[in-house]
C-alpha cells in the first residue's frame, strides 16, 4: 500500500502565523495597559472624592455645634460674668465661628507652596462648642483653693447626666479625663444667676470605680469672679444647683504633615519626582486650648490631599436682614470680616447665621497635561503640581510635549450648615 502523502506548515506560513500573533499579543498589551492606567487614574479619583466626603462630614458634624452651650462672643456677650480683659487670648477669642480669612496660608506659608502656585489661598476654621459631650452637669460645691484656683464637685447620684455619661464613658469614670481636659474651659451657670461665669480647667479627680466624687479643677488664672461688692460671680455659699459644662475650640485648616510622630509615615513620599508628594497637604483638626495654642495630641488628618478650604458666611445685619455672601462673590470680604478674629474692632461673630464650606481635595498622581482655569467662585478642577516638568510651575502653564502629566483631577464638594445655635445672636 502506498502511504498518504503529509503537509507540514512552511517557513513562510510560519512567518506570517508568528507576525500575526505578535500583532495580536501586542494590540492586547496595549489594550490592558490602557485599561490599567485608565483604572488607576479611576481609583485615585475616587479616593479623592472619598477624602473629600469624610473631611467635608466632620467639618458639617463639628459647624452644626457651634455655639452649643457657649456664648457665641464671649468677650462681648452681657450674659458673660467677669473682667474679660483678664481672660488669655484662646478665652478672649471664645466664639461659636471665628474664619480665618486665607489663615491656613498665613499660619503655614512654607507648606502651602503647591496651593499658591495654583493662585488657591485656603482659608482656616475656628469653631467654638462642646464637643464630645452633650450634657449639663449639675453642681454638688464649690470650693476655693489655693492661690485663686477652685474645685467643682460634680453631683455624681441622682443625676441623670451623669449617669448617662457613666454609661458612654465607663464606670471607671477615664471618659471623664477627656470631657474635661486640661486647657479647655468650663462654663458655670449658677442658681439664681444669669450669666454665665468661665474659667480654665486644669485636671479632674475621679475617686472609686464606680466614681464616688468626681472634682474639676480649675487654674487660679483667670479667677473666678465673686459678688462681693454686688454683682455677678461666686458667693459664700456651695452653689448647689449650678451647672457646667466644658468648652473647646477647634481648628480646622490645610497644612503639611511630613515628619509628624503620628502621621509622617503616612504622608512620607513614595514617588515624589512623580507624584509631587514632598509638597503634599492635608486638612487637620486640631484643638486649640485657653491661651490659644495647639493641644498636639488632639491633631487630627481629616483629609489626605486637600489643597483648598474657602469659608463664606450669612450674617445679620443689626435690624434683622440676612445676608448672604457666597464664597468668592460680592460681599464677601466684609462678611468674612465679621467673622473674623473676635478680638479685633468690628468683629461681630454672633451675627453669623449660617457657614458655607468649600473643600478641595486632588489625585495622588497628576494625569493631565491640560490645565482647565477656574470656575465661578473660584472653583478649580485641575490642580498644577509644580516642579514635576521643569520650568512648568505655575496654573496654565502648558507642558512640552512628550513630558510627564503635571496636572492632578481635583474633587470639590459645598455644603452650607446653618448655625441653629446662633440663632437668637446676643441680648
Not at 503635571?406 to 459645598?414: C, E, G, K, S
Amino acid at each position: 500500500m502506498r502511504r498518504g502523502a503529509s503537509r507540514a506548515f512552511t517557513l513562510v506560513e510560519l512567518t506570517v502565523a508568528v507576525a500575526a500573533g505578535l500583532a495580536v499579543a501586542t494590540a492586547a498589551l496595549l489594550l490592558a495597559r490602557g485599561v490599567s492606567r485608565t483604572f488607576q487614574e479611576e481609583a485615585r479619583m475616587a479616593s479623592a472624592h472619598v477624602a473629600a466626603t469624610l473631611g467635608l462630614g466632620r467639618l458639617v458634624a463639628d459647624v452644626q455645634r457651634a455655639g452649643f452651650l457657649v456664648s457665641p462672643h464671649a468677650a462681648h456677650d452681657p450674659a458673660v460674668c467677669g473682667d474679660r480683659a483678664l481672660w488669655p487670648q484662646g478665652m478672649r477669642r471664645l466664639a461659636g465661628i471665628t474664619v480665618r480669612d486665607g489663615g491656613s496660608v498665613v499660619a503655614h506659608p512654607a507648606d502651602l507652596g503647591q496651593s499658591l502656585a495654583n493662585g488657591i489661598r485656603p482659608d482656616a476654621l475656628i469653631v467654638g462648642g462642646s464637643f464630645g459631650n452633650v450634657e449639663l452637669f449639675p453642681v454638688r460645691a464649690i470650693v476655693a483653693g489655693a492661690g485663686g484656683s477652685h474645685e467643682v464637685y460634680l453631683q455624681v447620684t441622682g443625676s441623670g447626666a451623669m449617669q448617662r455619661t457613666l454609661a458612654r464613658a465607663g464606670t471607671d469614670g477615664a471618659g471623664f479625663q477627656a470631657i474635661f481636659r486640661p486647657g479647655r474651659m468650663l462654663r458655670i451657670l449658677l442658681a439664681g444667676q444669669s450669666r454665665a461665669l468661665y474659667g480654665v480647667i486644669a485636671g479632674v479627680d475621679v475617686v472609686g470605680s464606680p466614681p464616688a466624687q468626681i472634682v474639676v479643677r480649675l487654674a487660679p488664672s483667670p479667677a473666678l469672679p465673686s459678688r462681693e461688692g454686688g454683682g455677678c460671680g461666686l458667693g459664700s455659699g456651695a452653689h448647689v444647683g449650678g451647672l457646667v459644662s466644658p468648652v473647646a475650640r477647634v481648628l480646622y485648616d490645610v497644612r503639611r504633615l511630613a515628619g509628624h510622630p503620628v502621621y509622617g509615615a503616612l504622608v512620607a513620599p513614595v514617588a515624589g519626582e512623580v507624584t509631587g508628594d514632598e509638597g503634599r497637604t492635608e486638612l487637620v483638626r486640631v484643638e486649640l486650648d485657653a491661651n490659644d495654642d495647639e493641644v498636639p495630641e488632639t491633631l487630627e488628618l481629616v483629609a489626605e490631599y486637600a489643597v483648598d478650604l474657602q469659608i463664606g458666611v450669612t450674617t445679620a445685619t443689626e435690624t434683622g436682614e440676612i445676608v448672604r455672601a457666597p464664597i468668592g462673590g460680592a460681599g464677601e470680604a466684609a462678611a468674612l470680616a465679621l467673622a473674623g478674629d473676635p478680638t479685633t474692632p468690628g468683629a461681630a461673630p454672633e451675627r453669623v447665621r449660617a457657614v458655607q464650606i468649600r473643600l478641595a481635595t486632588r489625585t495622588r498622581a497628576p494625569d493631565r497635561s491640560v490645565g482647565l482655569g477656574s470656575a465661578e467662585g473660584g472653583r478649580m478642577t485641575r490642580f498644577l503640581i509644580p516642579g514635576i516638568v521643569p520650568g512648568v510651575d505655575t496654573a496654565g502653564a502648558v507642558p512640552p510635549p512628550r513630558s510627564l502629566p503635571v496636572y492632578a483631577r481635583m474633587r470639590t464638594l459645598h455644603a452650607e450648615v446653618a448655625l441653629v445655635n446662633q440663632a437668637g445672636g446676643m441680648p
